[in-house]
């Protein structure tokens, strides 16, 4: 860990004791449950602080905090304990309530359900007047960045390829087809937690991606796995049915949701690709069996253009 990392760190370990309890010490240990270059986040006791990412604009992170803190979205969205981000060393710094994640090691538990009707309840909600774009579409046009950047590889191909048959505003380089939706951006099952405060119901965490535009990013990420072959048909099915019985937009009622999901899924396989072999160059190791298969789905996606072949893995 270089110097400055470390300085930034107890710099933001010494705020979230304060946040917690200002006044006093206690036994409580600091422990950092995220440090990538896009945020670190710390907890002390019930309190967690988050260090955002550089750059990251402070009117629209203030407007994203206000859209978690609203009453409509109680429920929904866990709360910021603090209306404003703070400024720590030139990174914007936001404080949370801690809830308890998803358990990793039991896939068998995941809440698909919990998850797919937060969903819905976000895409029915009210849109504030001065909500910046979900950031879903930048997201994945950096993890094309990184990509690049990594320098020459063997598998970057099809992945390229993959990315040139999408849609411009799928890899940000023109306006989202519909933005009258609010988003989460970034749905995956870490964005989940349960609160005591609502009676341990599941809550989404993480504003950072938070914005209006097309709601079927939100669904993208399980369509993916489930088109890979990497999440089991019956979590899908529970995951898109709850969601439609919740009354969410992202797809229709009845009939195949694929024609709505199709773009964006193939987006977010694309990212996740990318993000693998960036990171598997970076640590100079081969790609493992789940990297190799959405790098495979994204050479499949190639053979037949989006909104007809949605199982990528076949």
Same mark, same amino acid.
């Not at 088109?227 to 979590?235: K, N, Q, T, V």
């Given at each position: 860990?270089?110097?400055?990392?470390?300085?930034?760190?107890?710099?933001?370990?010494?705020?979230?004791?304060?946040?917690?309890?200002?006044?006093?010490?206690?036994?409580?240990?600091?422990?950092?449950? *995220?440090?990538?270059?896009?945020?670190?986040?710390?907890?002390?006791?019930?309190?967690?602080?988050?260090?955002?990412?550089?750059?990251?604009?402070?009117?629209?992170?203030?407007?994203?905090?206000?859209?978690?803190?609203?009453?409509?979205?109680?429920?929904?969205?866990?709360?910021?304990?603090?209306?404003?981000?703070?400024?720590?060393?030139?990174?914007?710094?936001?404080?949370?309530?801690?809830?308890?994640?998803?358990?990793?090691?039991?896939?068998?538990?995941?809440?698909?359900?919990?998850?797919?009707?937060?969903?819905?309840?976000?895409?029915?909600?009210?849109?504030?007047?001065?909500?910046?774009?979900?950031?879903?579409?930048?997201?994945?046009?950096?993890?094309?960045?990184?990509?690049?950047?990594?320098?020459?590889?063997?598998?970057?191909?099809?992945?390229?390829?993959?990315?040139?048959?999408?849609?411009?505003?799928?890899?940000?380089?023109?306006?989202?087809?519909?933005?009258?939706?609010?988003?989460?951006?970034?749905?995956?099952?870490?964005?989940?937690?349960?609160?005591?405060?609502?009676?341990?119901?599941?809550?989404?965490?993480?504003?950072?991606?938070?914005?209006?535009?097309?709601?079927?990013?939100?669904?993208?990420?399980?369509?993916?796995?489930?088109?890979?072959?990497?999440?089991?048909?019956?979590?899908?099915?529970?995951?898109?049915? *709850?969601?439609?019985?919740?009354?969410?937009?992202?797809?229709?009622?009845?009939?195949?949701?694929?024609?709505?999901?199709?773009?964006?899924?193939?987006?977010?396989?694309?990212?996740?690709?990318?993000?693998?072999?960036?990171?598997?160059?970076?640590?100079?190791?081969?790609?493992?069996?789940?990297?190799?298969?959405?790098?495979?789905?994204?050479?499949?996606?190639?053979?037949?253009?989006?909104?007809?072949?949605?199982?990528?893995?076949?």
């Amino acid at each position: 860990m270089t110097a400055d990392v470390l300085t930034a760190l107890t710099a933001l370990t010494a705020r979230v004791r304060v946040a917690a309890h200002a006044e006093r010490a206690c036994a409580h240990p600091d422990t950092v449950l *995220a440090d990538r270059q896009d945020g670190t986040v710390v907890r002390h006791g019930d309190t967690v602080a988050k260090a955002h990412g550089p750059g990251t604009d402070p009117a629209e992170l203030s407007r994203r905090l206000a859209v978690a803190a609203h009453p409509a979205l109680t429920g929904t969205l866990l709360a910021p304990l603090r209306p404003v981000p703070v400024d720590l060393h030139g990174r914007l710094v936001t404080f949370w309530p801690y809830g308890s994640p998803v358990d990793p090691e039991n896939p068998e538990a995941a809440p698909w359900e919990a998850a797919a009707t937060l969903l819905a309840r976000l895409h029915r909600a009210p849109v504030p007047d001065g909500l910046p774009l979900m950031r879903g579409p930048a997201k994945a046009a950096r993890a094309i960045d990184r990509l690049r950047a990594a320098g020459p590889h063997p598998a970057a191909a099809p992945v390229l390829r993959a990315w040139a048959a999408l849609p411009a505003w799928a890899r940000a380089e023109a306006p989202m087809p519909a933005t009258a939706t609010l988003c989460h951006g970034d749905l995956h099952l870490g964005q989940l937690v349960r609160h005591p405060a609502t009676t341990g119901r599941w809550l989404l965490i993480d504003v950072d991606d938070l914005g209006v535009g097309v709601p079927a990013w939100d669904l993208a990420r399980p369509a993916a796995w489930y088109a890979c072959g990497l999440l089991p048909p019956d979590d899908w099915t529970r995951f898109l049915t *709850a969601y439609r019985h919740a009354g969410g937009p992202a797809v229709p009622a009845h009939g195949d949701p694929w024609p709505a999901l199709d773009v964006a899924a193939r987006a977010l396989t694309v990212q996740t690709a990318a993000l693998a072999i960036a990171k598997s160059a970076a640590e100079g190791r081969p790609l493992d069996e789940v990297e190799q298969a959405v790098i495979d789905a994204c050479d499949r996606m190639s053979g037949a253009p989006p909104e007809l072949a949605h199982d990528f893995a076949k």
